[in-house]
C-alpha cells in the first residue's frame, strides 16, 4: 500500500472522528438543561442560552463538523475531476491546510473563552457579586464540563488533521529548493 492511500485514510478516520467527537459536544451543550426552585412556585432553569459563550460554542462547534464533513466529499470530487484540471490537487491542498488551520484555531478558541466563562459559574467573582451558579445547578455544570473536554479533545483531533495536511501539502514540494515542485 502506498503512502499516499494510508494517509487518505488517516485523513478520513480523523475527521470522522472530529466529525463525531464535534457532533457529541453541540449537542450535550444545546440539550443540556437543569430547573431548580427557587422559592416555592419560582423555579430558574438553565441552559445553554444563559451563557453568551455557551451559544457562541454550540454555532462554532456545529461549523466546524459540517465543515469536515465537506472536507470528506473532497476525495471523490478529486478523482471526478483531477484529470480535468491540472494542479487541482495542489490548489486544493493549499486551500485545506488553511481552512483546517482557520478550523482549529476557531474552535479552540470558542472552547477556551468558554471554559474561561464557565470558571466564572464555579467560582464566582465576589469583586462583581457574582454568585457560584454552579452550587445550584450541578448535573449542569458537570455536563457543560464534560462538554468542554470533547470539544478540546476535538481541538486536538483537528489540530493533528492539520498537520497531516501540511504534510501531504509539502510532500509535493521538492527538498533541494525551497517551495519548488517536484519533478516526475
Sequence with gaps: MD?????ARTEISLRISAILVL????????????TKAIIFTIEKKASYRDLYALKILVYVTSAAAGYNLLQLCKYPALAYFGGIFKGSYMIVAWISLLLDQIMVYVTFAANSATF?????????????????????????????GGALLCC?????LMAIMASVSAYKLFRMYSPNWFLRLKTK
Design 23 to 34: 457532533v457529541l459536544t453541540a449537542c450535550v451543550v444545546a440539550f443540556d438543561t437543569q
Design 3 to 7: 503512502l499516499g492511500m494510508e494517509m
Design 152 to 156: 478540546f479533545a476535538a481541538s486536538i
Design 116 to 144: 474561561e466563562a464557565a470558571m466564572l459559574g464555579v467560582t464566582g467573582a465576589e469583586a462583581l457579586q457574582w454568585m457560584k451558579v454552579c452550587n445550584k445547578f450541578t448535573r449542569f455544570c458537570i455536563q457543560i
